[in-house]
């Protein structure tokens, strides 16, 4: 995701309806309707839009939450790191030690979370 393309969803987030290009433009002074035109048209190609037909124009909205999409993509860069990392512990504990470095307060959440996915993990065992 790019620059532009994550200011057009913050953008998106907090109309928190849908928008035709005219609606975001005033947003982005200086910025070819076109150009926004053409981002938003990628969004939805990407499945990170809806586009609805609003009057004569297509109307944009997102299709999850902020904190769902980087979730997603978290997830996915997460995964492609394990898979092609030799020394899963390396990053792991890299991982923990950034989590750490950001916020002592973030190692009891993950600490947590970890405990709850070993509990769903044992209960789909079953």
Do not use: N
């Not at 990170?48 to 004569?56: E, K, M, N, S, Y």
Request: hydrophobic residues 35%; charged residues 30%; positive net charge.
């Amino acid at each position: 995701m790019g620059p532009l393309e994550l200011k057009v969803l913050e953008s998106l987030w907090g109309r928190g309806r849908a928008a035709t290009v005219r609606h975001v433009q005033p947003s982005f002074p200086g910025l070819a309707y076109t150009t926004l035109m053409t981002t938003l048209d990628r969004l939805y190609r990407k499945g990170v839009l809806r586009r609805c037909r609003l009057g004569r124009a297509f109307g944009y909205e997102p299709r999850c939450s902020r904190d769902e999409l980087f979730g997603d993509i978290m997830s996915g860069q997460v995964s492609d790191l394990l898979a092609s990392c030799h020394d899963s512990t390396a990053l792991l504990s890299t991982l923990v030690q950034a989590v750490g470095h950001a916020d002592a307060e973030l190692l009891d959440e993950l600490e947590a979370l970890v405990r709850t996915e070993r509990r769903r993990l044992r209960s789909d065992d079953k």
